[in-house]
């Protein structure tokens, strides 16, 4: 299969490199172009990327920035975060409760 996503040949790589399993790899290229960061706790590892995407969000505002966390926990804590940033810089308007089948979201 051909990745498309990534448009540079070592992402490409570092993409194949983790859908085979090789992850210290795929991290060590991704480091190499210092995109891995490493934090003591969970919330400074929280705050960390938050204050990464907002920096990339304002300095290419055209640009796509993700991320990522394995836990439901965690992305509920990064998204929270992003939220209130883009609310005190005024780019969200009000929260719109829904009631979907499976319960309330907010």
């Given at each position: 299969?051909?990745?498309?996503?990534q448009?540079?040949?070592?992402?490409?790589?570092?993409?194949?490199?983790?859908?085979?399993?090789?992850?210290?790899?795929?991290l060590?290229?991704?480091?190499?172009?210092?995109?891995?960061?490493?934090?003591?706790?969970?919330?400074?590892?929280?705050?960390?990327?938050?204050?990464?995407?907002?920096?990339?969000?304002?300095?290419?505002?055209?640009?796509?920035?993700?991320?990522?966390?394995?836990?439901?926990?965690?992305?509920?804590?990064?998204?929270?975060?992003?939220?209130?940033?883009?609310?005190?810089?005024?780019?969200?308007?009000?929260?719109?409760?829904?009631?979907?089948?499976?319960?309330?979201?907010?």
């Amino acid at each position: 299969t051909d990745i498309r996503r990534q448009k540079t040949p070592w992402m490409r790589d570092a993409s194949k490199q983790l859908a085979m399993g090789n992850i210290a790899s795929a991290l060590s290229a991704y480091n190499a172009h210092g995109l891995v960061r490493a934090h003591r706790t969970n919330d400074t590892a929280i705050t960390g990327v938050v204050d990464a995407w907002w920096q990339h969000r304002s300095q290419e505002p055209d640009k796509t920035a993700t991320m990522a966390s394995f836990t439901r926990k965690n992305v509920r804590a990064l998204n929270d975060e992003a939220r209130l940033r883009m609310r005190q810089a005024g780019l969200l308007g009000r929260d719109v409760p829904l009631r979907i089948s499976t319960g309330a979201m907010r």
